[in-house]
């Protein structure tokens, strides 16, 4: 499939909302409650606003993550507001913990970036805030909250990320992670399963490449048991550090967090392929929310205004993630053509577990993750 095409296959058709609703307020309000730029009275407001609070509060944006690096200097350059990130390589699992614990104190996250399984927990506990950006109506129905607490902004396909000047033969499926080529702990994954997204996916990648399903997860948690009870599996977790040094010469993670490591580690020596496995296709998009505690509310739906507009949508795509309003960008023509022909080729049409297929999932991870790979 061209990669133009198999972009397109992550987008689905979004019908028009409906008109129905509570009645807006009569005049601006403030921007903690506001739940779009409008109620916070127009665009020109909510910047004016967002540049007198000139800080907002982020955690867990690694700048090699999915173009986060560009994202920020570009929101930083176009508004002068100031993005601090409290801990880059935090998990989802911690940006929920931090928004729970930080209550209503000035260094509590203002946004939040976790995959969209952690958003819909999120929102069940009540730590988000409404709020609609101006594309709301284009993302797609499956892609977002009804209520507006939570939307997918960008997603990608777990691939293999390889070595080749450390592997002599860089695996491009599940199955092949089992030969012996690959003992000495070669095979690592993003993180803990229980704590991260990326490594969550992983093992759901894994459970369909092993006649697994989205009902049935655990044949994934018993492939890396025994990548471990042979010797291939590497307790390192993957980062762009790890990869350079060497320590995990091959890394389980999302498409565009190995795709970047390619061109990040041109310079120095590493040669990094990335495969997307055949056997085992699995995407997955990553969901945007602002903490309904925001210490830094006009930023913090800045923030998202930023990030779904035409200028974020097309630096999610050029670090190599698929944004979730291609489809729309498409027939607008604002889609960076060029950058979604670097995109790596996938087969098929991406298939989601349900909500209910996804906490079943989660459920079964936490009870064998820990005791399938011991201490």
């Known amino acids: 499939m061209p990669a133009a095409a198999a972009l397109c296959c992550l987008a689905l058709a979004a019908p028009a909302l409906g008109a129905c609703g509570p009645t807006p307020p009569t005049g601006p309000v403030k921007p ?4 779009s730029a409008k109620e916070a009275g127009g665009m020109d407001a909510l910047i004016a606003a967002a540049k007198k609070e ?5 955690i867990a944006l690694p700048r090699d993550w999915a173009n986060y690096g560009g994202l920020i200097d570009g929101f930083e350059k176009k508004y002068g507001i100031t993005v601090t990130d409290s801990n880059p390589y935090a998990h989802s699992e911690d940006e929920m913990a931090a928004v729970e614990k930080s209550g209503s104190r000035p260094d509590a996250p203002d ?20 709020y609609k950006v101006a594309e709301y109506h284009a993302i797609p129905d499956a892609q ?12 990608g396909y777990i691939s293999i990320g390889c070595d080749a000047r450390r592997v002599r033969t860089c695996p491009q499926t599940f199955a092949e992670l089992l030969s012996p080529d690959y003992r000495s702990a070669k095979v690592a994954l993003e993180g803990d399963p229980n704590r991260s997204g990326a490594a969550f996916a992983s093992v759901y990648a894994a459970a369909l490449a092993n ?69 085992g296709s699995f995407a997955q998009y990553y969901a945007l929310a602002i903490n309904k505690n925001a210490p830094h509310p006009a930023a913090a739906r800045l923030w998202q205004e930023y990030l779904f507009s035409t200028e974020g949508q097309n630096l999610r795509l050029r670090g190599y993630a698929r944004p ?10 604002t889609l960076d053509k060029a950058a979604a022909a670097k995109l790596p080729t996938v087969e098929g049409t991406p298939q989601f577990p349900t909500q209910a297929q996804v ?8 009870q064998g993750w820990a005791k399938a790979m011991g201490p």
């Open 324 to 333: 979730v309003l291609i489809a729309a960008m498409e027939r607008n023509n």
């Open 211 to 279: 006649n697994g399903s989205f009902n049935n997860i655990h044949p994934g948690i018993d492939f890396f048991a025994k990548l471990k009870q042979i010797g291939n599996f590497n307790p390192v977790v993957s980062t762009s550090a790890t990869v350079g040094n060497g320590r995990t010469p091959i890394a389980i993670n999302w498409d565009y967090i190995n795709m970047g490591y390619t061109d990040q580690l041109r310079g120095r020596g590493v040669d990094w392929q990335v495969s997307i496995p055949f056997d």
């Open 32 to 35: 903690s409650v506001a739940t």
């Open 144 to 155: 977002k909250d009804s209520k507006a607490r939570w939307y997918n902004n960008y997603g």
């Open 111 to 130: 946004v939040i970036d976790v995959a969209d399984t952690f958003a819909r927990a999120a929102a069940g506990q009540k730590l988000l805030a409404p």
């Open 359 to 366: 906490e079943k999932a989660q459920k079964a991870v936490a």
């Open 54 to 58: 000139g800080r907002l509060n982020a």
